[in-house]
């Protein structure tokens, strides 16, 4: 069973909004620290945002002010809104997971789980 699995990857127009989800099991998010990050073919993969269990939050400069990332602890879930997004956020989207502790960064190899991953296409 994989611990964490996206949802809500698709094609839409630049300016259309998408939301994506990330549900996880076999543990609780609550303590977690969660991400999401991004990749494109021959890129590296790279952090959108980040959201700590304090609520804190932060985010890569070219998403600023546009993505939301969120979640529901109640349903064990973590979002990612993408409002106005651009040709150049198409990418495989992942969602990532760290067990509490005092650091919550936005680097790749601070992350215990990984979803598979859900591609996002914004055409112009």
């Known amino acids: 069973e994989v611990p964490v699995v996206e949802s809500g990857g698709g094609s839409v127009q630049a300016g259309e909004s998408l939301s994506l989800s990330c549900a996880a099991s076999r543990f609780t998010i609550t303590t977690w620290c969660m991400a999401w990050f991004r990749q494109t073919p021959g890129n590296r993969r790279e952090a959108v945002a980040v959201?700590?269990?304090?609520?804190?939050?932060r985010y890569a400069d070219s998403v600023k002010g546009g993505f939301t990332i969120s979640r529901d602890n109640s349903k064990n879930i973590l979002y990612l809104q993408m409002n106005s997004p651009k040709p150049e956020d198409t990418a495989i989207y992942y969602c990532?997971?760290?067990?509490?502790?005092?650091?919550?960064?936005?680097?790749?190899?601070?992350?215990?789980?990984w979803g598979q991953g859900t591609q996002v296409t914004v055409s112009s």
């Open positions: 959201g700590d269990s304090d609520g804190s939050t």
């Open positions: 990532a997971a760290r067990r509490g502790g005092p650091l919550c960064l936005p680097v790749v190899g601070h992350f215990n789980y």
